[in-house]
């Protein structure tokens, strides 16, 4: 499955994901750094700042700045991941910035236009420090 993360909302985008990996599905998102948060930009970015500065650098928690890997943590966080079947599931998750050549098969589009405001996941990592 082949999912496009253009315009999607996180929450709503990853929900379904897991519950598709849980099934034993393979998944695919491509274009994560697209997929959106609602709400206030501000709130948004101070919230995955705390994130990033809860622990300690040298024993974590550790919280990537990526879009991909930030989209792939959400997942990774509605998985139960410390058991075996969870982890299988979460194996089976792959996610791109962008289209790769090597994906082919239909594209499920999930998102769509919204009249709130929202950020996308790009600009959040651009305030984490993350570098493209």
Partial sequence: MIIDANKAVVGRLSSYV????????KVIIINAEKAIITGNKEDIIRE???KR?????KYGPFFPRRPDLILRRIIRGMLPYKKPHGLKAYKNLKVYMGTPDDV?????KFGKEMKTRY????????KLGWSD
Avoid: C, H, M, N
């Fill in 104 to 108: 082919k098969g239909d594209v499920k």
């Fill in 48 to 50: 995955f700042e705390e």
């Fill in 53 to 57: 500065a809860r622990g300690v650098p």
């Fill in 119 to 126: 950020t996308t996941l790009y600009d959040i990592s651009r």
């Fill in 18 to 25: 897991a519950k598709q990996l849980l099934k034993g599905e």
